[in-house]
Nanobody
């Protein structure tokens, strides 16, 4: 069973930086399609950044130029470097991965890590 474990959340002042990490276990396959989502209180979960095969990335418009998603050297790890953080970035951040060779599509989620940006 694939499990995702996130780390790196915390409290930071506006303008600061944090790096979130996500490590997957329980699969021999490469998880080429991984991403970060976030959910703020009272709001729907939204896609923040995604990296897919060929290291193609896409970002939520409001984080472009501030956040960077990247793969780690270890297999099935992904990072989210968050710079110039704003109070509106406060949310629980979730790692997500698409399990390859599944039909219908199967996705797994981490438990979430809280990011709080103070003004």
């Amino acid at each position: 069973q694939v499990q995702l474990v996130e780390s790196g959340g915390g409290l930071v002042q506006a303008g600061g930086s944090l790096r979130l990490s996500c490590a997957a276990s329980g699969t021999i396959f490469s998880l080429n399609d991984m991403g970060w989502y976030r959910q703020a209180p009272g709001k729907q979960r939204e896609l923040v950044a995604r990296i897919t095969g060929g290291d193609i990335t896409n970002y939520l418009d409001s984080v472009k130029g501030r956040f960077t998603i990247s793969r780690g050297n270890a297999k099935n790890t992904v990072y989210l470097q968050m710079n110039s953080l704003k109070p509106e970035d406060t949310a629980v951040y979730y790692c997500n991965a698409v399990i390859p060779f599944t039909l219908p599509r199967v996705e797994v989620w981490g438990q979430g890590t809280l990011v709080t940006v103070s003004s």
